[in-house]
């Protein structure tokens, strides 16, 4: 699975993992300045990570993380359709493929 954020949390997840409560350094991929579930928004496949590197509202550059040892079964819907883990996830767990993605033009 893949999650995206902004490159501003890189130091963060590399320190503590991927923990909604740390939300602070820089907005959601949505635009938010709080978190919208208390869990981590992931991406299925490589493929959907695509999609939220799109919507980056971070106003500035995105990474993806790959997240290992998830199940499928342990994720949450969220009202808008977008799959969470409830869970905080550590830093052993994350590696990052993708850094530094620029925003896409308008």
């Given at each position: 699975?893949?999650?995206?954020?902004?490159?501003?949390?890189?130091?963060?997840?590399?320190?503590?993992?991927?923990?909604?409560?740390?939300?602070?350094?820089?907005?959601?991929?949505?635009?938010?300045?709080?978190?919208?579930?208390?869990?981590?928004?992931l991406?299925?496949?490589?493929?959907?990570?695509?999609?939220?590197?799109?919507?980056?509202?971070?106003?500035?550059?995105?990474?993806?993380?790959?997240?290992?040892?998830?199940?499928?079964?342990?994720?949450?819907?969220?009202?808008?359709?977008?799959?969470?883990l409830?869970?905080?996830?550590?830093?052993?767990?994350?590696?990052?493929?993708?850094?530094?993605?620029?925003?896409?033009?308008?």
């Open positions: 699975m893949w999650h995206v954020t902004s490159t501003r949390n890189r130091a963060s997840i590399q320190a503590h993992g991927l923990d909604w409560r740390r939300m602070g350094a820089a907005p959601g991929i949505a635009g938010s300045s709080v978190p919208e579930q208390e869990g981590c928004f991406a299925l496949s490589e493929f959907d990570s695509d999609f939220f590197v799109r919507m980056n509202n971070t106003d500035g550059p995105v990474d993806v993380w790959a997240v290992d040892g998830v199940d499928e079964g342990q994720l949450l819907e969220s009202s808008e359709g977008f799959r969470y409830p869970a905080v996830i550590p830093p052993e767990r994350l590696r990052l493929v993708r850094k530094d993605l620029p925003p896409e033009p308008e």
